[in-house]
C-alpha cells in the first residue's frame, strides 16, 4: 500500500479513537471498566494511535510542497503562531474548568483571567495552532494529513468539549462559556500576563530547538541563530 495511504489510515484511526473514546464511548466503556480502568485503556489505545501514526509518518518520502513553503516568510509566521501556541499551551493548566479537576466548576463561575481572556480553550487552540503553523512552514503531503488530522482533532474536539461540559455542569458552564469565546480574540493576548509570555517563550525556545534533532532541521529563532 502506498505509505501516504497507510499514514492516512493511521491519521484516521488516531482521530476516531480518541474522538470516539472521549464522548460515545466513554459511558460505556466506564460502565464496563470502571473509571481507573478506562483512564489507562484510552492512554493506551491512544499512544498506540500516535505512535502508528508517527512511524508511517517517517515511511512516506519528503515530497515536493503543494505550494510554497519552506521559505523564511513562511517559517517566521510559523514561528510566530507557535510562540503563540506556547503560551496559551502554558497558561491552560491554571484554573480551566475544562480539565477533570478538583474545583472545576468553581473555575467555571471565576472572572476569565490569562489565556482565558483569549478563548476558554487554550490548550485545544495552542494544538491547532501548531498544525496550521506546520501547513504553513511545510505544506507536503505527510505534513497535510498529520498537521490536518490534530488540528482537526484539537479544535472539533473542543466544540464537542463545549456540549458535553455544559451537560456535566449546567449553570456554571453557560455562565464560563457566555464570558469567554471559543474562538481566539487575538487582541487580548498581550494581557496574558507576562508569566505566561516567559514560560510559553522557554517551551518554544526549547521545542523549536529540538526540532532540529526530532526533523532534521532548525525551526524558530534556530532557522536564523547558530
Do not use: C
Amino acid at each position: 500500500m502506498d505509505p501516504l495511504a497507510v499514514l492516512a489510515i493511521a491519521s484516521i484511526v488516531f482521530v476516531g479513537s480518541h474522538l470516539a473514546m472521549s464522548h460515545p464511548l466513554r459511558a460505556p466503556m466506564v460502565r464496563v471498566l470502571g473509571e481507573k480502568g478506562f483512564l489507562p485503556v484510552y492512554a493506551l489505545v491512544s499512544l498506540a494511535a500516535i505512535v502508528w501514526m508517527a512511524r508511517a509518518f517517517q515511511q512516506v518520502p519528503p515530497s515536493v510542497p503543494l505550494w510554497p513553503g519552506f521559505d523564511d516568510l513562511s517559517w517566521a509566521i510559523a514561528s510566530v503562531l507557535t510562540l503563540v501556541a506556547m503560551v496559551l499551551l502554558a497558561g491552560s493548566f491554571a484554573g480551566n474548568p475544562s480539565l477533570p479537576a478538583p474545583g472545576a466548576e468553581a473555575a467555571a463561575r471565576a472572572e476569565p483571567r490569562g489565556v482565558f481572556t483569549v478563548t476558554r480553550h487554550p490548550m485545544m487552540w495552542g494544538i491547532g495552532l501548531w498544525a496550521i503553523a506546520h501547513i504553513i512552514a511545510a505544506p507536503t503531503g505527510r505534513t497535510l494529513v498529520v498537521a490536518g488530522a490534530v488540528g482537526f482533532l484539537a479544535l472539533a474536539g473542543a466544540a464537542l468539549q463545549d456540549g458535553k461540559k455544559a451537560r456535566a455542569m449546567g449553570d456554571a458552564w453557560a455562565q464560563w462559556a457566555s464570558r469567554t469565546s471559543y474562538w481566539p480574540r487575538m487582541s487580548a493576548l498581550p494581557g496574558v500576563g507576562w508569566r505566561w509570555w516567559a514560560i510559553g517563550t522557554v517551551l518554544w525556545l526549547v521545542a523549536s530547538y529540538g526540532h532540529i534533532h526530532a526533523a532534521g532541521w532548525a525551526a524558530g529563532v534556530w532557522r536564523w541563530v547558530g
